[in-house]
């Protein structure tokens, strides 16, 4: 399926998510998910740094913990960061309880590596594969602001290359789109190429970087 924008039926069954922010405002909201890893992380930072662009890494728990030094390198450099679960869980494999747990122990994992840098109040929280079962949904949103997206690169598709990613920010962005790309061992190759390029056809479209 082909998901670069939301089916009108995925806005439907999460009304309450964010999905795209102000339309009137010249704005992109760049989002990183599944990391922080040291294959892909630090070229995402280095980059965003170079163009002057603030973005949202909606981290893997485990992936915190691992490497708490890059989730530290993050929030220091002015990013947001989001929850993707402790162990980037797909939904229907799992009870709600245990899905819920789960996201609460990334959350703690998150407060407890941030060393006493600021936090975002609520914490935002985005389900790994773009969805999640209403009852978790149900949940999850009393305590996070569930954000999802406008616009998915694709750059973890096979079947792309980096071209084919730009392509996508070219065709797709508008105005307070929120941006999907991923700091993982999928994509990064890709991203060497298409994020930059993207980053700097975006400036010249005169859109600005903004976090939640």
């Not at 390198?73 to 990013?79: F, T, V």
């Not at 980037?88 to 998150?110: C, D, E, P, R």
């Not at 975006?202 to 976090?211: H, I, P, R, V």
Request: proline share 5%; net charge positive; glycine share 4%.
């Amino acid at each position: 399926m082909i998901i670069e924008q939301p089916a009108k039926w995925l806005r439907w069954l999460y009304p309450r998510a964010t999905w795209r922010m102000d339309n009137n405002d010249r704005a992109v909201y760049l989002t990183f998910d599944d990391g922080p890893i040291p294959e892909a992380t630090p070229f995402i930072l280095d980059t965003l740094k170079v163009y002057g662009a603030k973005a949202t890494f909606f981290v893997v728990g485990q992936n915190v913990s691992r490497h708490p030094e890059l989730y530290q390198r993050i929030i220091s450099e002015g990013h947001s960061t989001g929850n993707h679960t402790y162990n980037h869980l797909g939904s229907l494999k799992h009870w709600t309880t245990t899905y819920i747990f789960n996201v609460h122990k990334a959350q703690i994992t998150m407060r407890d590596s941030a060393q006493g840098q600021r936090k975002m109040s609520p914490p935002l929280f985005r389900p790994p594969h773009g969805w999640m079962r209403w009852s978790i949904y149900y949940w999850l949103s009393k305590e996070y602001r569930v954000v999802m997206w406008d616009l998915v690169t694709r750059d973890y598709s096979k079947w792309l290359n980096a071209d084919d990613v730009l392509d996508n920010v070219k065709r797709y962005a508008r105005n307070g789109s929120i941006i999907t790309f991923h700091d993982s061992l999928k994509s990064i190759e890709k991203l060497h190429t298409a994020l930059p390029a993207a980053l700097q056809w975006l400036k010249e479209q005169g859109y600005e970087f903004k976090t939640f």
